[in-house]
């Protein structure tokens, strides 16, 4: 079974990694799988939901200042009711075709809004509140976005670190690297920006250091 035929909105049965968004507007780009470790539980299959955004329009809530014009929302793939996958799923296929998969939702903007909901703790043998995403609106808007591969054999995080030069901030640098197709096309990489490891574990490595502003620059 192909990973797009995994990642879907329909067979449901029975049953994340956190962002500040809480109500926004998204450009769906892709929606890859990965296997990830999980404590006690050994592994499981998680999905993440990749958008594309204008920070300055596009947000409506956030529970902090979110500048990047990309977001990602991760949870496992679980197909039991009742899941965070399967609120996610249910308000989705309310507003898409019968059909219609999340396959047909690529390069469509998306109203995406966490709202309140009871589900099964395990840990604690009951179910307890908790905020799951869902689709409240869909604007259909183009095809599918796709990266452009690298054709020079520059990785992705050789092109993020050479989108330091003439950066005063590293708000500035965000702008580039988030707009630059080569870096978007890695979504490790996107994670590790996001999530503020991109920078330490390039200085650990010796392949950034700080200036006298506190902005990295590439080690030539």
């Known amino acids: 079974m192909s990973e797009q035929e995994l990642v879907s909105f329909r067979g449901l049965q029975d049953g994340a990694a956190r962002t500040p968004l809480q109500d926004f507007w998204?450009?769906?780009?892709s929606c890859p799988m990965d296997i990830r470790q999980v404590r006690d539980k050994g592994?499981?299959?998680?999905?993440?939901?990749?958008?594309?955004?204008?920070?300055?329009v596009d947000i409506i809530k956030a529970a902090e200042p979110y500048p990047y014009p990309i977001?990602?929302?991760s949870m496992p793939l679980n197909k039991r009711r009742t899941s965070l996958w399967t609120i996610l799923?249910?308000?989705a296929t309310k507003l898409i075709g019968d059909n219609e998969d999340i396959?047909?939702?690529?390069g469509s903007k998306l109203h995406m809004r966490l709202t309140p909901h009871m589900l099964w703790d395990q840990g604690q043998g009951k179910e307890v509140p908790r905020d799951c995403f869902e689709v409240?609106?869909?604007?259909r808007v183009g095809a599918t976005p796709?990266?452009?591969?690298?054709?020079?054999?520059?990785?992705?995080?050789?092109?993020?670190?050479?989108?330091?030069e003439g950066c005063a901030t590293e708000q500035?640098?965000?702008?580039?690297?988030?707009?630059?197709?080569m870096v978007k096309g890695d979504m490790e990489l996107l994670t590790s920006i996001i999530n503020k490891t991109f920078f330490p574990a390039m200085e650990e490595s010796g392949r950034v250091i700080k200036d006298g502003s506190g902005m990295y620059r590439k080690v030539s």
């Open 172 to 181: 500035d640098w965000n702008q580039r690297v988030f707009q630059d197709a």
């Open 146 to 164: 796709g990266a452009i591969p690298s054709t020079t054999g520059t990785s992705p995080t050789d092109r993020a670190l050479d989108l330091l």
């Open 43 to 56: 592994t499981a299959t998680y999905v993440t939901l990749n958008f594309s955004l204008d920070p300055n």
């Open 136 to 139: 409240v609106e869909i604007i």
């Open 26 to 29: 998204g450009v769906l780009d």
């Open 103 to 106: 396959g047909s939702l690529f």
């Open 89 to 91: 799923s249910d308000s």
């Open 71 to 73: 977001a990602q929302i």
